[in-house]
């Protein structure tokens, strides 16, 4: 179980008031020496492409502050989004997975983890909702009710991280989450393997193709 203050929901409020939808974006910051600019950050926004508001799910919030601390300290503008100390000042990087997920299973890592695949599209399917910390949902361009997920799954034993990849068929025109979970509680769902954490990127080409950028 994650700790709530440290967990961030695939769904809340864009900044305009309408249902907001977990995405990254490169954010302007205010800092002493001048404007920056700090890339990857977890927003929701509402999809709308006249909407120029957003929000911040409470924990980025709280991360944005030490950034701006390290990007002031080094006198640095640009920045991208971290979960570690020091790691923010890569500029033009993705977020990167903290090397202490394959040991520990905390919320801050794996949520770490799965945010890299927001706005992820392969040659067949398409990332269409992220639990941070928990799961990636990918829906197949080839067949539209055809959906995969890819959870993760606590190990009672503590031998490493790993994920069950899960095929589903889901026939309603919009993908929710809430509803899922209800729907998913009649079953529906086959697994297609459990995959340990660093054979999931292999595991996701080998299904789906290549990235599309």
Partial sequence: MFDE??????IDSCGCG???YLTLRTI????AHGVGYIENVPVYHCRSASCQEFSFPSVV???????????????????????????????GTQPEV????????????????????????????KVVQIVPGEAVFLQS????????????????????TWFSLQKFYYDKAYFSYEDFLTWSEDGHLKELGRIPLNEVEDTLLDEFG???S
Wanted: glycine letters at 4%; proline letters at 5%; zero cysteines.
């Fill in 98 to 125: 903290p090397s202490s997920l394959s040991q520990s299973n905390t919320s801050i890592p794996l949520q770490a983890f799965t945010l890299q695949f927001v706005n992820r599209e392969y040659e067949d399917a």
């Fill in 18 to 20: 309408d249902t907001g």
């Fill in 61 to 91: 919030s709280r991360r944005l502050d030490t950034i701006a601390e390290e990007m002031e300290e080094t006198q640095n503008t640009h920045a991208s989004y971290s979960w570690e100390d020091n790691g923010a000042l890569n500029h």
């Fill in 141 to 160: 361009k080839l067949e539209e009710t055809e959906y995969y997920q890819l959870r993760y799954e606590e190990d009672p034993h503590g031998e490493g």
């Fill in 210 to 212: 290549e990235e599309v």
């Fill in 28 to 31: 302007p910051i205010d800092l």
């Fill in 5 to 10: 203050d440290n967990t961030i929901k695939p």
